[in-house]
């Protein structure tokens, strides 16, 4: 069964530093997702993107975030200037055509010390 | 814009015993509803969805929830827990654009021998 994948499974970085968070979602699905889960608290929506641009974002994703479709397969997501607040679980996802359920990735553990 | 509630932060149960984990949510439109499940340190795996058609939908491992619109709830049921089913439990909506999903809090579920 196809499956979004995440590298990678944890990234330690020190703070100030420029990470990128990769993906691979299912092949032909058309939408793609960024969403964080800090330690001990709920799953939060970052951005959605779809025909190569942002469809919609939330109030986390300011002007440190930034997402990219780089080629046909991988969806990143970059980190300018971490910082120790940005510690957390970041997941990917994609949904097909109609955008109803999507399916998430393993997650990338982000440490920011 | 969409909220979601999960009114037990964590629910205990004995092996065997039925479960019923609660969820309501709040939308000036009409939604998708959904329920994840996530075992310690892993991503989130689809349990069930409600999209259109039959309040009552049927997921995997067992569980089952009922959508009802004139509550604005979707809880989560099972008859019948096992020791395997102890994990977080999130509810979460989306609107019929898919553009992202708001999740609930999470309800842990422990299931006691």
């Known amino acids: 069964e196809p499956e979004v994948t995440q590298t990678p499974s944890h990234q330690v970085t020190q703070m100030g530093q420029e990470v990128i968070l990769r993906c691979v979602p299912i092949s032909n699905h058309l939408y793609f997702y960024w969403y964080r889960q800090i330690l001990g608290q709920k799953v939060e929506f970052l951005v959605s993107?779809?025909?190569?641009?942002?469809?919609?974002k939330s109030e986390i994703f300011d002007d440190q975030f930034s997402v990219e479709r780089p080629d046909g397969s991988n969806f990143t997501l970059k980190i300018r200037s971490t910082k120790l607040e940005d510690s957390a679980m970041y997941f990917c996802a994609s949904s097909g055509q109609g955008a109803r359920e999507q399916y998430f990735g393993p997650g990338t553990r982000l440490t920011v010390t | 814009a969409q909220s979601v509630t999960q009114l037990d932060s964590q629910v205990p149960v004995f092996e065997e015993a039925p479960v019923e984990l609660r969820c309501n949510y709040s939308s000036s439109v009409s939604v998708y509803l959904f329920w994840y499940v996530q075992y310690p340190n892993q991503g989130l795996q689809l349990l069930l969805k409600?999209?259109?058609?039959?309040?009552l939908v049927k997921g995997i491992n067992g569980f089952e929830a009922e959508f009802n619109k004139s509550q604005t709830s979707f809880h989560l049921r099972k008859p019948s827990v096992h020791i395997s089913d102890t994990a977080e439990y999130f509810c979460a909506v989306s609107d019929l654009g898919g553009f992202k999903t708001i999740f609930g809090a999470g309800t842990r579920l422990f299931v006691k021998a």
């Open positions: 409600y999209l259109s058609g039959s309040t």
């Open positions: 993107f779809y025909n190569n641009e942002i469809s919609e």
